[in-house]
């Protein structure tokens, strides 16, 4: 493995590797989106198994699948591959359709639940503009940065690092 590589392993298996995976402004784009849809989804079931009572999910449900479509359409446009259009749908189907179609005995919105997802959706406008901005406009190397942060190399090799990494370390290999 060279330096510009990040690789994630576990019992001697590869998990994650970074020479298998680019991150285009499309790939971030919907990767933000599924995150946004993964969020929604949760707060659904969490109100479908009655952990939480309120707010409704409902109205976000609807108000992010007017967005979904949106994004499809222009994913649609830009000419992206029918494979990964189908897989969109399908998440779509999945995370958005059959839970507005099962919540349809529990439609009934209140202004809480309004602005209970209006106030996630600008969280996540700002997250956007956030990831938009600061690391596609800037031309960061994600990638880069993320092997950086795991690896450090400000590392500190001082006497208490080399123990507590030793300890963990040797922690782990009892834990597995």
Do not use: C
């Amino acid at each position: 493995m060279d330096n510009t590589d990040l690789s994630i392993s576990f019992k001697d298996k590869e998990i994650f590797n970074t020479n298998y995976f680019t991150l285009t402004r499309m790939r971030i784009l919907l990767f933000n989106e599924f995150a946004f849809n993964f969020i929604i989804y949760i707060w659904y079931l969490l109100f479908i198994f009655g952990l939480i009572k309120t707010p409704n999910p409902f109205f976000a449900l609807v108000l992010s699948l007017i967005q979904n479509v949106i994004l499809f359409t222009y994913l649609l446009i830009k000419g992206i591959s029918y494979g990964d259009l189908l897989k969109y749908a399908i998440i779509l189907i999945v995370f958005k359709l059959y839970p507005i179609y099962s919540m349809r005995n529990n439609m009934s919105v209140s202004y809480f639940d309004v602005y209970s997802s209006i106030y996630l959706y600008i969280i996540y406008i700002f997250i956007l503009l956030v990831v938009i901005n600061v690391l596609l406009h800037k031309n960061y190397d994600i990638m880069k940065i993320l092997q950086r942060d795991i690896t450090n190399d400000k590392y500190d090799t001082g006497m208490s690092s080399n123990v507590y990494d030793t300890v963990y370390h040797d922690i782990i290999l009892r834990i597995i």
